[in-house]
């Protein structure tokens, strides 16, 4: 009698394709507003924008004055950059091969709008002050998305 059971119960799951058919993929996932952004054809959705600020410094990495320097600009203005949300985040990255220097401040897209009318302040101040450093070079800027997966 266990045997028929077992084997009628096999033979139930086994005719329904629906039990081993993949789970059908949610665009949004719970970490994601309701008002995410779909991406390619909705495999991808952001709901989080981010700003980079971006140079070329001189010098080894670990004597580097114009590094130097850069640090000591974003200590200055760091506080000011965290205010553009309260739910920022600031990365900064630093390659030593290429002597990259990038500033990410990532924030909800709510609050990219209104930080995008502002002219991403201090985004101009913050600029003037990176190009008049010695030694650095190819001062840009680019928009992005930034989602943590």
């Given amino acids: 009698m266990k045997t ?8 139930t799951v086994a005719s329904r394709t629906s039990a081993f058919a993949p789970a059908s993929r949610s665009t ?3 970490n994601m507003s309701a008002n995410a952004v779909p991406l390619a054809n909705g495999a991808m959705s952001f709901d989080r924008v981010c700003r980079e600020w971006r140079c070329k410094y001189s010098g080894d990495k670990a004597t580097s004055e114009s590094l130097e320097a850069i640090s000591k600009l974003v200590d200055e203005y760091l506080p000011e950059i965290k205010a553009t949300s309260s739910d920022a985040t600031v990365n900064r990255l630093i ?12 924030v909800p897209l709510d609050d990219f709008g ?3 009318e502002k002219g991403f302040a201090p985004e101009a101040d913050f600029l003037e002050k990176l190009k008049a450093i ?16």
């Fill in 4 to 11: 028929s059971v077992a084997s009628l119960l096999f033979a």
């Fill in 28 to 30: 949004f996932s719970r």
């Fill in 95 to 106: 390659c030593g091969g290429c002597l990259d220097f990038k500033l990410m401040t990532t």
């Fill in 114 to 116: 209104p930080w995008e």
């Fill in 134 to 149: 010695e030694g650095v070079s190819q001062v840009e800027t680019q928009t992005i998305t930034n989602m943590v997966i």
